[in-house]
């Protein structure tokens, strides 16, 4: 299952399933033509799936231990904190730590233009490969330089605590979660399975309590955090759900899971001025597949600015991967999109495992990471998560990977 079409399959799978719950009276009902866009894409990427699992097979594979390999890592670590520190004198402060000391601090304007894209996307790719040479310490059975490396996968966890940056967590723990099953993927057991989980559920369970503290505290409500009234009237949520046993904090899951669905839908409906020609076509490709920090600045040059999808509320922003797609270029957008992200997951996985094998795992499971979101939102222009994919491909005489 740890392949990328399997991984866009299951979440179209959930994503469907989830809508199907109705437990939204916002939510629009899905159309046919929607509907059978999502069977179709599902099944393409079963297929892919299939192809890509004879065509590119993926096992774990084991870093060359080296003293100078950990000692180069100690450098790195320490050069990536020293950058967020001067990065936090520049912005004022680190954001959780202003946040604690009640003090304002944007989270979302923390960093020095541009070296902040390279150096949070640099940390996750990092720490990633950080996890891989852990796993891989153990053919060696050389617990002291396990321990070092624990040490500094935590030590590069802590900026995006420090950035308050939920998203760049979250992905780093999900990259780890993959190579981590890859790895044990032959001694899977029911125990694996049970734990896997409750963590997920643990962590959902948190992840909605966080939701929760930041909603009310954005409209004023002096209320502990399991206290979910607010997303329940913001999302619209039904007396069936509400008189449910179901913790009103699980809405928050079922939100984030299905409203970029909704979203979609409600702009196929309401959304109607898109143009099928050439000039939306170079659109479609400079905002749907260029990364952001390459649209942004081409988008000033061209003047035109995409208008926004209909939304079932103004607080549930996200409506999918396909609705800016739709948007300039209808229903053949979507389907250029969903072709360009399959093509590249496709080809990315043939090219990176000829550039390194180690490096190439690192690599793999942050393009399996991206097929995880990429349902919800545009991964592909997202460079947060994006260029990460480059590193492997560019990284192999930093590391010194001989083979």
Known sequence: MINPFYIFSSIILLVVMAYFFGWSFLYPELSGDLLVFNIIIFFLALILGHFSKHDHKVNFYYVNFSH????????????????????????????????????????????????????V????????????????????????????????????????????????????????????????KKNITLRHFVFLTLAILIGM??????????????????????????????????EEFRNSVIPDAFFWIYLYISSPLANLQNTIINFDRYEVSLDNFSLLIVHEVFPDFISSRLTPFTGIFLDRPVQITPELTVGTAFVRSYIIFGWFGMIIYTLILFLFGYIYTAFAKKISRSLFLTGYVTLCTLFLFSYFANMLTFSGLSFQLVYPLLANKIFEIKY
């Open 68 to 119: 100078k390999l950990i000692l180069k890592c100690k450098k790195i670590s320490i050069f990536i904190l020293i950058l967020f520190c001067i990065q936090a004198v520049y912005s004022g402060g680190f954001p959780l730590i202003n946040i604690i000391l009640e003090n304002y601090n944007e989270y979302s304007t923390f960093g020095i233009p541009t070296l902040h894209v390279f150096l």
């Open 121 to 184: 996307t640099f940390n996750s790719f990092f720490t990633t490969y950080l996890f891989h040479l852990y796993l891989s310490l153990d053919k060696f059975d050389n617990k002291k330089e396990r321990k070092k490396i624990l040490f500094l996968i935590f030590l590069n966890l802590l900026p995006p605590l420090l950035i308050v940056n939920r998203g760049m967590l979250s992905m780093n723990l999900i990259n780890i979660l993959f190579i981590y099953t890859i790895k044990v």
């Open 205 to 238: 369970y948190g992840f909605a309590l966080f939701g929760n503290a930041r909603v009310n505290n954005s409209y004023g409500i002096d209320e502990p955090i399991t206290n979910g009234d607010m997303i329940l009237l913001i999302g619209g949520a039904t």
